[in-house]
Each structure stands twice: as C-alpha cells, then as structure tokens.
C-alpha cells in the first residue's frame, strides 16, 4: 500500500517493492487469459510425467482449456452484450444528444466490456477521461500501470492516481509517470539510473529491480473537477485499496482439472497400442539381425487346450473414478466461480425449450455476480460521463444521468405475452400495425402497406351479411321469375 509520493524519489527502485506482489498477480492472470497455463501451471504440470514409472516414453501434452478466459468473457458479455440504457432526458432533449455524443466519440460500450475484462482478470477495471480534439472521450486505462496513492488514515481516501510507462532500449531507458491530483496531473520523465546494480526481485514477475534517476517535470490543467481516472474494483473489502480478481480462487480447481485430464490422456495414448501375446511358435528370428519378430497373417496350431492363442493383451485402466473426479472438480468451479453449471457446458437441458423463468434460475448465480458489478459500475460510469462533458459540448451534472441494466439473458416473447394477457384480463396490448412491425422488423409504411393487404384479402373471403340479391337495375317481372 502507497500512502505517499516517496517510491518516486530519484535513487528508489522501480516498480515499487510494495507493488510487487499485485503485480505479479496481474501477469501470472494475463498469462491465464491468454492460454499460458503451462508456464503458470508448470509445477503442477509436472505430474503429468509421473503417472506411471514406465509412461517416460510416451509422448503426450498437457490438454488446455481455458476456464479463466470463459469467465472473464461471460461475464462481460451479460453485462454488455445487451448494452445498459444511459439517459438524460428526454430523447430528443439537448442532454440526450450529449450523451449519445459521448458514447459515440468514445465508444463506450466496447470500452465498458474491456474494462469489465480487467475487472474479472485483475479485480480492477480503470476508465481515462481527456479530451481528444474539441470533445471529451472515455478510455481504458491499464490496471498494470497504475498506482494508487491513499490517505494512511483512511485507506478509502485516495490522494493520487499514478500512471507509470516503462520504455526505451537498454541503456536509454525511461519512466514516463503521470500524478493525477484533481483538476491537474504533473508529468515526470525519469532516467533509469544503470550506475547502481540491479537487484533480483525473487517471487515477482518483474525479476530486475530498476533505479530512478533525475527526471524532468511539467503540470498539466486537465479541466475537470475531480480525477481523470476512475476506479471499478470488483470485490473490495475494508482493508484494501484494490479490488479482488476471479481467478485467484479457481486457480487449484482449474489446475487440477488439467492435470487430471492430461493423465487420463496419457494412460489412453500408452493402450492405444496394445501388445500381443502367444505360444513361442508365433515368433520367428530376422536372419539378419537376429531380433524375434512376430509371424502376423499366419496359422498357428495350437497343441492342445492350454497352449496360449495369439491375443492382444488388453487393459482396464479403471478410469471411470477419474472421470468422475473431473465431473465434481467442474461443479465445485461451476460454484466457486460463480458462474453456474451452465455455463461450462452442463448438458442437462441442451437442445430443451426453456422458459424465461427457467433460464433466470439455471443463471441466477451469474446473474447475481453481474448484478453486484453493475453496482459498482454504475456511479463509476456516471462519473465518467459527467466529467467527459465538462471537456465540451454540454455540461452535464451526475443527477440528470440514469443508467439501467439489462440482464443479458434472451427475452421469453411467450411468458411475457402471457403475463400481460392475465394483467389485463385479455385485453389487447399492442396494435396490428405495431405487432407487424415489431415481429417482422418493418417500417410504419411497410407495415401499413401489410395491414391494407390482410383487410383486402379478409373482405374478399369473407360471405357479404345481406346475402346475394338481384341487382337494382334488373326488369325481371314477378312473373318472369316465376
């Protein structure tokens, strides 16, 4: 924990010792994310090899799958896939069109689920605001840049924001440090002082320890009124300034899942070339290099009940405990991670119709996760918006700013059709024109244009009430009819 500006005096280490463990955190779950389980997972892997003393010789991989990928997607995706509706008025209002320019210029749903990826891979999630051209924009800022410098009386309390960029070739490297206080941030450009030795920092993904040399400073207005980053931790606690990240609790689970299936693996590659055994007569002798070598395709005799036969040897290799162990190792993931058995592909119910309430309650573990980051998300993201228009266009105040939620999860067309036709005792809801254009995605004419048709063909098949008479220009007498 930071609690002054002290790790960026010239002659300090570089990244700070304090930081060490949280970042590298953050690149043993970039590695996870990316696929990189056999550089995290490499002692673990190591059982692999000693399944069995005489399995050496078999050569086989270690089975990847990437559940921490599968978790940071999914949950971004129920969170942004069915984009939140941000209002400030009316839909035409001059707060409306301010809003719909900042999510535009910014683009602001892809950037939320960026930002909700660090948030489920790091435990934290950082939006930027500065102004590019005349207008405002939202970015993603990088959580292994950043640091945070807190109040030491009250951890809640942030002081600054720090973003830090290492680069440069060997020898010429520098620190690029941005201090954001409010309304201002001062930018230092350190040198990397190579006169004093590096030092090993054991345990830490960043394994040389760098020196801060001299630096030049400039301070720049920033035009807000608060900081140009916030903050979107996922779990937070009273004695953290960083939030929790959801792999840190899965990794065991998750690593024992792939040794297993890796074994199991390597045990199927070994039998699946079985061994043959038989009487001596079977064998013949190469002239040439005197191995044995065995007669295949010929008849052997065999002399009496007992002599062998020619057989393959085969194995059983009691693989259904480890099988099972696999199924119980994914549901304790399904519920340590929150997520749910179907979203790790549980079969009960594929293929099935399912209700809306059905699939709320198959979810409602997720849909609870989602929810409880939406929390934390929202004030952040009004934040964010509100300080965006105060760098042009209209300035916008976080009490005219709403942003509801959805729930990622398919509408029940049928259930909801339903529900409304009990709420109002079988009235109609909705219009045929409005239904034709809902339904069929059709425009007002073109829905229109399809209601003159229906009418047209329902006058023409329907009997006319008054039956069919002689018209009434027709001479026909009474008695001509007759």
Not at 1 to 14: A, I, Y
Not at 57 to 67: G, I, K, R
Not at 224 to 250: E, H, K, W
């Amino acid at each position: 924990m930071l609690t002054d500006l002290s790790f960026l005096n010239p002659g300090e280490k570089w990244p700070p010792v304090a930081e060490l463990d949280r970042l590298d955190t953050y690149d043993k779950n970039r590695q996870l994310f990316e696929g990189g389980h056999a550089q995290v997972y490499s002692e673990s892997f190591k059982r692999i090899q000693r399944v069995i003393g005489n399995f050496n010789d078999v050569v086989s991989y270690a089975t990847v799958m990437n559940f921490q990928k599968k978790i940071s997607l999914k949950t971004a995706d129920f969170l942004w896939i069915e984009p939140p509706k941000i209002s400030a008025g009316e839909d035409e209002s001059a707060e409306q069109q301010a809003i719909k320019a900042i999510i535009e210029n910014s683009d602001l749903y892809n950037t939320g689920y960026s930002t909700t990826l660090d948030i489920s891979r790091f435990g934290d999630g950082l939006l930027l605001i500065y102004k590019d051209g005349a207008a405002g924009r939202i970015d993603v800022a990088q959580p292994g840049n950043w640091f945070v410098v807190v109040d030491p009386v009250n951890i809640k309390r942030v002081q600054y924001h720090v973003l830090a960029t290492l680069g440069g070739v060997k020898g010429q490297e520098k620190l690029t440090v941005q201090i954001h206080g409010r309304g201002q941030y001062e930018e230092r450009i350190y040198r990397i002082d190579d006169s004093q030795p590096a030092t090993s920092l054991v345990g830490s993904a960043i394994k040389v320890g760098k020196y801060l040399g001299t630096y030049t400073s400039n301070t720049v207005i920033t035009g807000l009124t608060d900081f140009a980053i916030v903050q979107i931790p996922n779990v937070m606690t009273s004695d953290r300034c960083y939030g929790l990240d959801d792999y840190s609790d899965v990794d065991s689970i998750i690593s024992e899942i792939l040794v297993r299936i890796s074994q199991i693996s390597k045990i199927l590659d070994k039998h699946a070339d079985p061994s043959v055994q038989g009487p001596l007569s079977a064998l013949e002798q190469d002239p040439v290099s005197g191995q044995w070598k065995l007669k295949l395709g010929n008849y052997f005799a065999r002399m009496d009940k007992d002599d062998p036969g020619v057989e393959y040897v085969t194995w059983d290799g009691q693989l259904a405990a480890s099988f099972t162990q696999v199924e119980k190792l994914i549901n304790f993931l399904a519920v340590i991670s929150e997520m749910g058995t179907a979203v790790f592909g549980n079969a009960e119910g594929t293929g099935a119709a399912t209700s809306g309430t059905a699939l709320r309650l198959r979810y409602v573990s997720l849909l609870s996760k989602i929810k409880r980051i939406s929390l934390r998300y929202t004030p952040a993201l009004v934040k964010a918006i509100k300080l965006c228009s105060q760098l042009g266009g209209l300035n916008l105040s976080d009490k005219d700013i709403s942003v509801v939620w959805q729930d990622g999860l398919p509408n029940d067309e049928k259930e909801r059709a339903d529900i409304a036709n009990v709420r109002t005792g079988g009235k109609p809801t909705i219009s045929q024109k409005e239904a034709i254009m809902y339904l069929d995605g059709k425009s007002d004419k073109q829905a229109q244009t399809s209601l003159d048709l229906i009418m047209e063909e329902e006058a023409a098949a329907a009997p006319s009430p008054l039956g069919d008479f002689p018209d009434e220009g027709d001479d026909t007498t009474e008695a001509e009819t007759e």
